[in-house]
């Protein structure tokens, strides 16, 4: 069956957006650190392979997953020689389909939640795929970031940072992809509700703008989004949101 990607030449959207891409390799790294030992990794939504070198390294065992055929061929051709690695062609919500129950140490997502109309219901997948103690490593699109909130103070909309339910942004059109944007304190609860504690988490892109990308060189922009990631997930300023959890109870 045709996935969405498969018609979108998701390779070329990331030409010219250097920063975002460091500024997501150098949160997915610092929280990788806090892992002491993983043997299998997960990447659900893994696409082209674009952060597979970022975890490489750290395990045993790589499991590449994307709906997208053409993606997950893309990255078959750049890591297929390496035997740790099994490309699986699923969607999220089917993935338990594809992976055994209780194999997995350690789940990564990133930019894909964005996309699951219920996230609570596929944290609940995620519990079921990880081993005791596992980790899951996710990213979302943060409903509440500087530029949004300012946007709707202007509107009038005094209480927006107080309204945690989800948000789609975007022209909505049929068989379309979602787009959603989330309140950190929702995505927080729902995997508090699944078992899940909050280790550690990093504010992303926090200086993400097209006129500063021309202005300023990328390494000093990622050499600034260093010294800013982890004193702004504090008050949740970037765009982009990156959580490590850890599932304590089933």
Known sequence: MTAHYDTYDYPSYWIGREYEHESEVMALKELLSIIPKIDTILEIGAGFGRLTPSYLFRARKILVSDPSSRLLGIARDKFGGRKKIIFI???AENILNKVPR???DLIILVRVLHHLEDPGKFFDVCSRLLKKNGYL?????NKRHLKATFSEFLKGNITFPLDISPKKVGKQRPK?????N???DFIKHELTERGFKIKEGR???NIRSSFLKKIVPCDSLVAIERVLQR???LISFGP???LLAQRVRT
Do not use: D, G, M, N
Request: net charge positive; aromatic share 22%.
């Open 89 to 91: 062609q699923s969607k």
């Open 203 to 205: 504010s992303v892109s």
């Open 102 to 104: 209780r194999s997995v």
């Open 137 to 141: 490593l996710l990213e979302f699109a």
């Open 182 to 184: 989330f309140h950190p």
């Open 231 to 233: 004193p702004f997930y």
């Open 240 to 242: 982009s949101i990156f």
């Open 176 to 180: 379309c992809l979602p787009f959603l």
